[in-house]
């Protein structure tokens, strides 16, 4: 039960974040370029605080000790692989997002493609984007909420978060996109210290540090799982899962806040930066807080109550994962209310970026275009504001109907397996048309549809069979993945082979208003200038990866007590940072 | 345009004075008030970093 001090805590700070959000209404409603991008003034700081502040919603924590549980820290390459992703569009298209200077990653398809072909597919996108993909993401971040919030407090809580969940829709209607970013600074805040103090105090429960790490070992021997290793063991045969982790999934899978390229939220705060170096150092700061900063205070929950409770070994996936919440039993009263705020405050950083990114697809790339053409700002700020409302009472109705938080990850997931290397070269090669997106698109739902239909197909057994052979150890996740981002590369590439290039005009506008470099030789002809891609993106790229996975094994080795390790990874991490910045600093970001 | 800042600083630091009292008066123990006064410290001067940014 909370006490009085744990509801005044949780008041203020209600008051404060909407008080900050309801502040920049007036702002927000002067254009709807002030409404989903603040006007394109964002300082890399507050957008890359944005943006990770949105990717950390209130299931991650669940989710991260639901891995740590039954796979051990080596697990989180579930999702640290995006790193991969992460830093490449740190280096490659942070920039060019920035330069091409749209609304919308749905409004990139009109500057990049022609014809009726391209209408088609911004008409789709925009709606596929704006009503399911944002409606499964809300309804999949409320239903995490809710677990929460009835494990925590039981069934009186849902009042509580329906109270929330109104006034987070109130403000995020006003004031849009300044709205959002300037609460998700405080909003990631608070939830970094809630999860903070629950790890300190789980850490205390459980005999401190040492304690958990001879409990660990105990639990290696008897299970053989190195549960604090960083990296899983390669002595027995490699988890296909991994090997996919590692090597396809952050280029190939479309996943909400690790888009291959970028896209989504984080491009629409690429695209709101006040210039292209803004948004690569702003991206580059969301990849360190997001895969350095944020992780290790789950991690350590997740260990303690490993030791807490030992039966969670071997349990059911909903209860592993309910371990976090039930930690939450072990704060004294004060603290308490703090915790609470810090997870309605995950909560509230995603809604409101879900449901003002939405409005930005439906009202920029489908009712713009398709409904009304020319209309005053007023008119489309007014129709924006009713769009997220909208887009806000269906998510709210879909997270009755959607069975599992996991069902949501995977709907997604599985629709989008395959489409990402086409996200990636539409930018650096000239050949990619419309069609070759709306190929991977609809081979890539059709492949996900056929896996649902036909688990056990001829299909899946064979290469089940020869990844086995191949000393895999296999699973129907990884064996997925594969088929589908073969059969749609397959298809792709065939269909944009068979189809005509696009408009020359066309072709030759992006290349001149972007400069993107890469594979543009006839438009590059035409031009009569060629944008290179030199060496430094490249050894950018190795040195954001070497900082970033030093930083994170760093922080790791110090909390387990290893401090010449820790201190050798951090200085090498750090002269990765040093080199990083040199290389930031040699390259034209505007591209003159 | 500092001003667009201030209301971020306001939070920041309305956030670090309960979290500095709650810390000294409802902690059991050291790591946990070490815990929740850092974060206050950080809070404020984070706050502070906000206030002074430059346009």
């Known amino acids: 039960m909370l006490a009085v001090a744990d509801w005044l805590f949780i008041v203020w700070y209600f008051i404060l974040s909407i008080g900050i959000g309801l502040y920049y209404s007036k702002k927000a409603g002067k254009s709807i370029s002030e409404y989903f991008l603040s006007g394109r003034s964002l300082p890399w700081w507050l957008l890359g605080t944005s943006m990770v502040a949105t990717t950390f919603s209130s299931d991650t924590p669940l ?8 796979d051990g820290v080596s697990g989180n390459w579930f999702w640290w692989n995006f790193m991969l992703g992460g830093t490449l569009t740190i280096l490659f298209f942070a920039h060019l997002w920035r330069r091409a200077g749209v609304m919308t990653e749905v409004e990139f398809i009109d500057l990049r493609y022609s014809g009726r072909p391209a209408r088609f597919l911004r008409g789709f996108k925009a709606l596929y984007l704006g009503v399911p993909v944002s409606c499964i993401t809300f309804g999949w971040v409320t239903l995490a909420m809710v677990k929460i919030i009835q494990i925590a407090f039981g069934t009186s809580g849902v009042t509580a978060l329906a109270i929330c969940l109104g006034l987070t829709i109130f403000y995020t209607t006003l004031s849009g996109l300044w709205g959002v970013v300037a609460t998700d600074m405080l909003l990631f805040g608070v939830a970094m210290v809630g999860s903070i103090v629950l ?12 304690a958990i790490v001879a409990s660990m070992k105990a639990l290696q021997a008897q299970t053989g799982r190195d549960y ?33 390229g970028g896209g989504g939220w984080i491009a629409q705060r690429m695209l709101a930066a006040r210039d292209a170096k803004h948004s690569v150092q702003g991206t580059l700061w969301f990849n360190i807080a997001h895969y350095v900063i944020r992780p290790w205070p789950w991690i350590l929950t997740a260990l303690a109550a490993l030791v807490l409770f030992p039966d969670l070994i071997g349990a059911p996936a909903g209860t592993m994962e309910a371990a976090y919440p039930r930690m939450i039993g072990f704060l004294p009263k004060g603290i308490m209310g703090i915790v609470i705020a810090s997870l309605f405050a995950a909560f509230m950083s995603t809604i409101e970026s879900v449901v003002n990114l939405s409005g930005s697809f439906l009202l920029n790339d489908f009712y713009k275009p398709f409904i009304r053409k020319a209309a005053s700002e007023r008119h489309y700020v007014m129709v924006s504001r009713v769009l997220v409302i909208l887009v806000s009472l269906l998510g709210a109705g879909f997270s009755y109907v959607l069975g599992s938080v996991k069902m949501g990850w995977q709907l997604i997931m599985e629709l989008s397996a395959g489409i990402g290397l086409v996200l990636l070269l539409r930018w650096y090669w000239w050949r990619v048309s419309a069609w070759s997106e709306i190929a991977a698109l609809s081979s890539s739902a059709a492949m996900a549809v056929y896996l649902q239909r036909f688990p056990d197909s001829p299909l899946v057994g064979a290469l089940s069979a020869a990844l086995a052979r191949a000393g895999f150890k296999v699973d129907a996740w990884g064996t997925n993945v594969l088929l589908t981002v073969a059969f749609t590369t397959a298809v792709w590439l065939a269909v944009t082979f068979l189809t005509p290039p696009d408009d020359k005009d066309k072709l030759l506008s992006f290349y001149k208003k972007v400069r993107p470099g890469g594979f543009w030789g006839p438009i590059a002809r035409l031009h009569g200038r060629a944008y290179k891609l030199d060496a430094y993106p ?14 994170l094994l760093g922080v790791g080795k110090l909390i387990f007590l290893s401090y010449a390790q820790g201190a050798a990874c951090l200085a090498a991490g750090a002269a990765a940072a040093f080199l990083l910045s040199k290389i930031i600093g040699k390259i034209d970001w505007e591209g003159q | 345009m500092k001003k667009d800042y201030l209301p971020m600083a306001l939070g920041f630091w309305g956030v670090a004075l309960p979290l500095a009292v709650f810390g000294i008066v409802f902690c059991r123990t050291a790591a946990e008030r070490i815990a929740v006064l850092i974060s206050a410290a950080i809070f404020t001067l984070v706050g502070t970093l906000i206030r002074k940014a430059k346009d």
């Open chain 1, 63 to 70: 989710a991260v000790t639901g891995i740590v549980i039954k």
């Open chain 1, 538 to 551: 490249f050894l950018g790229w190795a040195l954001a990866l070497l900082m970033i996975l030093f930083f």
């Open chain 1, 199 to 210: 790890s300190v105090v789980s850490v205390e429960k459980a005999g401190g540090i040492p």
């Open chain 1, 228 to 260: 604090l290793s960083v990296f899983p063991s390669l002595g027995q045969a490699l988890p296909l899962a991994f090997f996919v982790a590692l090597f396809v999934q952050w280029w190939a899978v479309y996943y909400p806040g690790a888009e291959p």
